[in-house]
């Protein structure tokens, strides 16, 4: 099982990934460009995991060489995709964005 992010690959550039938890690696496939290398992180490798609850969830994935960022596609279930990274046995932060309009003074 797995979910399609556009992970951020430059300044205002994103690519659609496939996100995929395979023997403790995060494994990112390409989705339009199947020449693209995919993108495999070993668990060993992964200091820590952030999600971010929105409207539409976001990842941060810190390894030892290099930060991957993504947003997941729209209807992505969140609790899933915390199940998912479970599998990894590495530390992930959640965070719950608030709706600006539900702030009360």
Same mark, same amino acid.
């Given at each position: 099982?797995?979910y ?8 205002f ?19 339009e460009? =199947? ?8 668990? *060993?490798d992964?200091l820590?995991?952030? /999600?971010? @609850? ?12 290099k =930060? ?8 992505? *279930? ?5 199940? /998912?990274? @479970? ?6 932060v959640?965070?719950y ?7 009360r003074?």
């Amino acid at each position: 099982m797995g979910y399609e992010i556009r992970l951020k690959t430059g300044f205002f550039e994103t690519r659609r990934y496939h996100l995929s938890v395979i023997e403790e690696q995060l494994i990112l496939s390409p989705v339009e460009n =199947s020449a693209e290398a995919k993108i495999i992180i070993p668990s *060993d490798d992964i200091l820590e995991i952030i /999600l971010t @609850k929105k409207r539409i969830p976001e990842i941060k994935v810190q390894a030892r060489d290099k =930060s991957y960022d993504g947003v997941f596609t729209a209807g992505t *279930d969140f609790d899933e995709v915390c199940g /998912l990274l @479970k599998r990894l046995k590495k530390t992930i932060v959640y965070k719950y964005a608030m709706n600006p309009k539900e702030v009360r003074p």
